[in-house]
């Protein structure tokens, strides 16, 4: 009886269901792109970008599913986080916020003279970048906000998780190429806060990632700026940014500007409002 106790209590440890969280998201994530491209080669041949396309939609499926499945079977609850309700609302809304945020932003290079579109691609150059951004935006969601926020909250409350969670999101994007302290910083406020709002708002996945999608997406595919200090990808626009690096964000991108910390943290006060009454205390306190 004693070892059924400890058991239990070792799994139902916040940082036992966490790491167990990520792996199994991670384990699906690899298996789904071996996967996809083994269909890819052998059995449907595409071109580069609809091959891409593809297996992004794949390796989400999959990611996805692997999380409701090991969630429902962990914590035995319904996955409400993923559920149906208010999806086309939530997408639709979350989209608009992040394109909004995200055209502000550049709008400000623009009037300070730092932005030039250089050309119009065919709509074909962001195929690549939407695909980079739907995958990106689904899998971090779910490991950040679905699995490290989540469990955090449920153990130390909203306000803690937030802080904790938006700098673990932060401090992972270091290891980008030409990150700094400033713009690990200036995303654990834009993405950490802003989007860990969103959730507590939303209690769903999809507003966070249709958030999160539309910025990089907006920023890459159609902006054609570089994203988190990453290679510039195809886009929409072929364009020239220059100018000051506090405006501009230098080799890391737009997020790492004054402007976007500064409309990022606007959207997020404004979430915190609507939330209030949405915070969950810590276990000490209930």
């Known amino acids: 009886m004693e070892s059924i106790t400890?058991?239990?209590?070792?799994?139902?440890?916040?940082?036992?269901?966490?790491?167990?969280?990520?792996?199994?998201?991670?384990?699906?994530?690899?298996?789904?792109?071996?996967?996809?491209?083994?269909?890819?080669?052998?059995?449907?041949?595409?071109?580069?970008?609809?091959?891409?396309?593809?297996?992004?939609?794949?390796?989400?499926?999959?990611?996805i599913s692997a999380y409701i499945y090991f969630f429902r079977k962990y914590e035995k609850r319904e996955i409400t986080e993923f559920s149906s309700k208010g999806v086309i609302k939530y997408i639709i809304v979350g989209t608009l916020i992040g394109a909004i945020l995200q055209s502000l932003t550049i709008l400000v290079?623009?009037?300070?003279?730092?932005?030039?579109?250089?050309?119009i691609n065919p709509i074909s150059n962001i195929i690549i970048p939407f695909t980079i951004a739907f995958t990106v935006a689904i899998f971090e969601e779910i490991l950040i906000r679905g699995i490290i926020f989540r469990i955090i909250e449920e153990k130390l409350g909203s306000y803690f998780s937030l802080l904790i969670s938006a700098i673990i999101f932060g401090a992972l994007h270091l290891a980008n190429p030409n990150s700094t302290l400033i713009s690990a910083l200036c995303v654990a406020v834009e993405a950490g806060l802003l989007?860990?709002?969103?959730?507590?708002?939303?209690?769903?996945?999809?507003?966070?990632?249709?958030?999160?999608?539309?910025?990089?997406?907006?920023?890459?595919?159609?902006?054609?700026?570089?994203?988190?200090?990453?290679?510039?990808?195809?886009?929409?626009?072929?364009?020239k940014i220059v100018g000051s690096k506090l405006i501009t964000g230098g080799e890391f991108g737009p997020e790492g500007t004054i402007q976007a910390i500064i409309f990022c943290l606007f959207a997020s006060i404004i979430l915190l409002q609507l939330c209030k009454d949405k915070m969950i205390s810590p276990k000490w306190k209930n």
């Open 6 to 63: 400890t058991k239990q209590r070792i799994l139902n440890f916040p940082l036992t269901k966490i790491m167990l969280g990520l792996l199994v998201c991670f384990i699906a994530f690899i298996m789904a792109q071996q996967f996809a491209t083994k269909i890819f080669e052998l059995i449907i041949p595409l071109n580069r970008n609809y091959r891409n396309l593809g297996k992004g939609i794949i390796a989400s499926t999959l990611v």
């Open 195 to 239: 989007i860990g709002l969103a959730y507590i708002y939303s209690r769903s996945l999809w507003f966070p990632i249709a958030i999160h999608f539309a910025w990089n997406f907006m920023q890459s595919g159609i902006f054609g700026a570089i994203t988190s200090g990453n290679e510039k990808t195809s886009s929409l626009f072929t364009t």
């Open 109 to 119: 290079i623009f009037f300070n003279g730092g932005f030039e579109i250089v050309s």
